[in-house]
């Protein structure tokens, strides 16, 4: 839901010189635009530190039920550990707040799902066949779909791809790029480039996890 409005909106609860992605964050439920109103229970994961901010602003400011879950900035085994004692505490908050019960098996099972579509996923986009555009779809409906099937899903979609023929391939590194965010993703493409996406929203977010 990024744009120049949830930004304006968003400068209601921040400052102006704040990451636009939070600003549009926070616009979006203070306007209560699109799936940003039908929300109940936000996991903020804290990924940086205008993150942390964004979602501190989120519940003083703007009253929303807010759960916080520290995101270690690396992979060692330490980091694992504390992401997973994060994880427990949260799913404890949960469980106690709600009367839910925790399905291990349930939960193992969906990230099984999960990380064999972006195990499909990870081939295919290191892979030079898929044009930026299509890519930056498939990458973001991983995100938000749900995982049941999604690799047999993508793997049809690789499978009955026309192809697209890339003279050079492009390492795209750095920010995360949101949904509508695609003008430099047009130009490579329109150029006949393609892209490898070692970005946020790209390889970093499927690669390096086990399935347990």
Same mark, same amino acid.
């Given at each position: 839901?990024?744009?120049?409005?949830?930004?304006?909106?968003?400068?209601?609860?921040?400052? *102006?010189?704040?990451?636009?992605?939070?600003?549009?964050? +926070? @616009?979006?439920?203070?306007?209560?635009?699109?799936? $940003?109103?039908?929300?109940? !229970?936000?996991?903020?994961?804290?990924?940086?530190?205008? =993150?942390?901010? @964004? =979602?501190?602003?989120?519940?003083?400011?703007?009253?929303?039920?807010? $759960? *916080?879950?520290?995101?270690?900035?690396?992979?060692?085994? %330490?980091?694992?550990?504390?992401?997973?004692?994060? !994880?427990?505490?949260?799913?404890?908050?949960?469980?106690?707040?709600? &009367?839910? &019960?925790?399905?291990?098996? #349930?939960?193992?099972?969906?990230?099984? %799902?999960? =990380?064999?579509?972006?195990?499909?996923?990870? /081939?295919?986009?290191?892979?030079?066949?898929?044009? *930026?555009?299509?890519? $930056?779809? =498939?990458?973001?409906?991983?995100?938000?779909?749900?995982?049941?099937? +999604?690799?047999?899903?993508?793997?049809?979609?690789?499978?009955?791809? #026309?192809?697209?023929?890339?003279?050079?391939? !492009?390492?795209?590194?750095?920010? *995360?790029?949101?949904? %509508?965010?695609? #003008? /430099?993703?047009?130009?490579? %493409?329109? $150029? @006949?480039?393609?892209?490898?996406?070692?970005?946020?929203?790209?390889?970093?977010?499927?690669?390096?996890?086990? !399935?347990?």
């Amino acid at each position: 839901g990024t744009s120049s409005d949830a930004e304006s909106s968003g400068e209601k609860v921040v400052r *102006p010189d704040v990451c636009p992605l939070v600003k549009s964050l +926070l @616009g979006n439920i203070l306007e209560k635009r699109g799936l $940003h109103a039908e929300v109940d !229970i936000w996991i903020g994961l804290y990924t940086c530190d205008q =993150m942390r901010r @964004g =979602m501190n602003c989120l519940s003083q400011d703007l009253g929303k039920e807010v $759960h *916080p879950v520290q995101l270690p900035s690396t992979r060692t085994v %330490e980091a694992a550990d504390y992401y997973a004692s994060q !994880i427990r505490r949260f799913v404890s908050d949960i469980e106690a707040r709600y &009367n839910f &019960n925790f399905n291990s098996e #349930a939960a193992i099972k969906w990230q099984r %799902e999960r =990380m064999a579509a972006a195990t499909v996923l990870s /081939l295919a986009a290191r892979s030079g066949k898929i044009s *930026p555009l299509d890519l $930056h779809i =498939m990458f973001h409906l991983f995100f938000i779909a749900r995982p049941n099937k +999604l690799a047999a899903f993508f793997e049809n979609l690789i499978n009955t791809y #026309a192809g697209f023929k890339s003279k050079r391939n !492009i390492v795209l590194a750095g920010s *995360p790029l949101s949904f %509508e965010d695609t #003008a /430099l993703l047009e130009t490579l %493409e329109k $150029h @006949g480039f393609s892209i490898i996406p070692l970005n946020c929203t790209g390889l970093n977010s499927v690669e390096g996890f086990d !399935i347990p």
